[in-house]
């Protein structure tokens, strides 16, 4: 997985996170096994509509995840990578990494993702 040098993934686009987190609240507790899922981004401006999390979302903020589902991140995700496939390389990129797991799918909310393109890249 490349880094990502430039905003470069597609509104709706899919891509894919993995975390060892768990579903159980307030708990140190992750999964024995690694789990992964497929999500869609969501474009900024649905994310931060008043239905989500009302024009409150940084800059660098990618949203992603399913709005009418409750597969999602969840519990101790945070840190959990958002990798985008792009056609036009070839190549999976590191586009962001899980800043809120957005509300663990019991209210269907995007789940946030700091974008690596600001700054993080070159910390990184």
């Known amino acids: 997985v490349c880094l990502a040098e430039a905003a470069s993934i597609d509104s709706e686009q899919l891509c894919l996170t993995a975390g ?6 307030n708990t140190a507790t992750t999964e024995q096994y690694l789990k992964y899922l497929p999500v869609p981004t969501v474009p900024t ?6 239905i ?10 990618i949203c992603a995840g399913f709005l009418n589902s409750n597969k999602t991140t969840c519990y101790n995700d945070e840190g959990a990578p958002l990798m985008c496939y792009l056609d036009g390389s070839g190549q999976w990129q ?4 899980l800043s809120y797991h957005g509300n663990c799918g019991k209210r269907p909310h995007p789940a ?3 974008s690596i393109t600001s700054n993080i890249s070159t910390w990184i």
Do not use: Q
């Open 45 to 50: 401006e649905r994310c931060n509509s008043s």
């Open 20 to 25: 060892w987190g768990s579903d159980l609240e």
């Open 112 to 114: 946030i993702y700091n």
């Open 94 to 97: 590191l586009e962001g990494i």
């Open 52 to 61: 989500h999390y009302n024009g409150v979302l940084p800059e660098n903020a």
